[in-house]
């Protein structure tokens, strides 16, 4: 059985394709159309899946969309007439949208198909299934449990915003809810609207921000802004929030109660900044923390599953991990909408044609290595096409190559494999450099990536040494946990030092691996395996036989404002247009220094800021 999943017409829009319960192929449109977050119908990520797939859509047998705009605009509908008269201005730039597309999107997602096959018109294959409940399916069918406990935690489905589900075998089912416009993730998302950074993509700079401020403002976020029970359920205070039924997710109460209006985003971050990203941080961690150890009392079971936009706050699961509620936690790695399309498709196999299921030693994700690859020679033609001049090396040849050029402190794009399926490069789409040096995270940021100084980057480490380097011994393949750096590969701070605040903190190292330390010598970590990522797992390998150090920095293959790199031709643009300094694509090899000048371009300001 064919099922192909589609999540659209909201933000990061992407498709998957199943085949007897097997994830084949999924892809975000964003990778496709170079434009980040696309939230258009997923064309290129259709034909892409059915292409991996070997089918057409003829032989699909069911295609799932992940909600149901009914109930959506029911919550929309109800909502105004609630608020009503306010928000009117909101409502008639809402109602002519739902009116023209979304309450025929059937229709509309009819005509979209037709454009990949013009013979198309099987409506009844076409199903809905509802938000929470694709979040909740991409979470546990692929996880490597036979039961567990969901929790999926949103800005907003059709009404609800947190859901508990328990999963057993090939059954999962829906146990509660908290419904809109009580919603943590809409809670986070305004503070990063108040701190000046961008709503749907700028929660996870909000995150990084939050160690270098104090949690000064967390109590006035509990006694003000949200009353969380014991058993982790919550209600907001909508006194003080906008995004109702207006065009801004705070209002002048909110700005009055933490002194001053909001951020511009092109305004210089300040202490207060910081304080207020540690303080909703510390607060968004509580109230997980609180629901998961009443879930882990009611049911008895061992075992978590985590999806949804705030399932990305890799910050919060470390603490969730650490904190032992529950002995074992599987974070969808496309735990926002993108992984909606997955769930649609695992909801319809599993729960609508009761198709079985075996949970998988590790996890059914594949690493998360399921979106397109290229073959050898169809590499060397693109790239000589694109004016690359590159030496084809063997594979010993191009890991010794490489590793020799990550150990000089070079900065090396690494294009290898199936791209990635989520928002984290994993090692397939990823830029790479030394965690050992002091300045890699400054040099990165700032002449690679061309974003904000602030920002931590990931390290990647051989999972058999994990232990030795990370307060931490457990699998975590998808950068969706942080953990510290152990206590004897620290560097104390000086009386001095520790008198700093905020960004003043920076440039201090404070490991054997700077790079990838964070203020509070927190680290993201990805694990890497060899069963999962072969290719990879050698060259950290052999970097290490170079160094004694089984660590990489791994930042996703893009510049700020950029999808991640998709095919050899978006990998050699990126090249020459930033300063990494060498691109391996495939067993092609590319050095800065040899290429075409004419070619160099300035690359900063290539895309909008995300």
Not at 113 to 139: C, T, V, Y
Not at 168 to 186: A, C, K, Q, T, V
Not at 373 to 389: M, P, T
Request: glycine share 8%; hydrophobic share 40%; charged share 25%.
């Amino acid at each position: 059985m064919h099922i192909l999943g589609i999540s659209a017409f909201y933000h990061d829009s992407a498709a998957a394709i199943v085949v007897d319960g097997r994830i084949v192929a999924a892809a975000q449109e964003e990778r496709f159309t170079r434009k980040k977050h696309d939230s258009g119908f997923p064309l290129e990520a259709v034909r892409y899946c059915l292409e991996a797939a070997g089918k057409s859509l003829a032989d699909v047998d069911h295609i799932v969309f992940y909600d149901k705009p009914f109930l959506k605009f029911e919550r929309l509908l109800e909502t105004y007439l609630s608020f009503a008269p306010k928000g009117f201005a909101s409502f008639r730039m809402a109602m002519p949208v739902w009116l023209r597309e979304k309450l025929f999107q059937k229709n509309l997602l009819g005509n979209e198909l037709r454009k990949i096959d013009p013979d198309w018109k099987d409506p009844a294959k076409l199903l809905f299934a509802e938000h929470h409940l694709s979040h909740a399916a991409s979470a546990f069918f692929p996880s490597p449990f036979e039961e567990a406990v969901v929790l999926t935690m949103d800005g907003v489905g059709e009404w609800a915003t947190t859901s508990v589900g328990i999963g057993r075998g090939n059954d999962l089912r829906i146990d509660r809810e908290i419904h809109f416009p009580h919603s943590l993730g809409l809670l986070y998302s305004a503070f990063t609207y108040y701190t000046g950074f961008k709503v749907n993509s700028g929660e996870y700079k909000l995150m990084g921000l939050a160690p270098y401020g104090e949690p000064r403002f967390a109590k006035l976020i509990r006694d003000t802004l949200i009353d969380v029970k014991e058993d982790g359920s919550f209600r907001l205070n909508l006194d003080y929030f906008d995004y109702c039924t207006g065009l801004t997710m705070t209002n002048q109460r909110f700005a009055d109660l933490f002194g001053g209006p909001a951020r511009q985003a092109d305004q210089l971050l300040t202490q207060r900044e910081m304080d207020i990203a540690a303080s909703i941080q510390l607060v968004l961690e509580e109230v997980v923390l609180a629901l998961a150890r009443s879930l882990a009392r009611e049911h008895g079971i061992a075992n978590l599953c985590l999806a949804g936009g705030v399932a990305l706050n890799c910050v919060a699961n470390g603490k969730l991990l650490r904190d032992g509620a529950f002995s074992n936690i599987w974070v969808q790695p496309a735990a926002g909408d993108a992984g909606g399309a997955l769930g649609a498709a695992l909801t319809a196999y599993h729960g609508i044609a009761a198709g079985p299921r075996t949970p998988q030693h590790g996890d059914a994700m594949q690493g998360a290595y399921i979106g397109p690859s290229y073959s050898q020679a169809d590499i060397e033609k693109r790239l000589k096409a694109a004016g690359a001049v590159f030496d084809v090396l063997d594979d010993a040849e191009l890991l010794t190559t490489t590793a020799d050029a990550l150990a000089s402190g070079k900065a090396v794009g690494w294009h290898q494999g199936r791209m990635e399926f989520g928002p984290r490069a994993l090692g397939n789409r990823s830029i790479l450099g030394d965690p050992r040096s002091p300045s890699m995270q400054s040099v990165l940021n700032l002449k690679v990536k061309f974003r904000e100084s602030f920002r931590p980057f990931a390290p990647s480490v051989l999972r058999e040494d994990v232990s030795q380097w990370f307060e931490i011994d457990t699998d975590s393949p998808y950068m969706l946990m942080v953990a510290d750096v152990v206590k004897d590969r620290r560097k104390i701070m000086t009386a001095e030092q520790q008198k700093l605040f905020g960004i003043d903190k920076l440039n201090i190292p404070r490991s054997d691996i700077p790079a990838v330390t964070h203020v509070d010598y927190s680290a993201r970590i990805q694990t890497v395996s060899n069963e999962t990522n072969p290719r990879y797992h050698a060259l950290i390998s052999a970097f290490k036989q170079r160094t004694g150090c089984p660590v990489l920095v791994n930042t996703s293959f893009n510049v700020r404002g950029e999808p991640l790199v998709s095919t050899p031709e978006d990998a050699f643009r990126c090249f020459m247009g930033t300063g990494i300094e060498v691109l391996a694509v495939g067993n092609c090899y590319l050095r800065k220094e040899r290429q075409d000048q004419a070619l160099l371009k300035s690359y900063e300001n290539q895309f909008e800021l995300d």
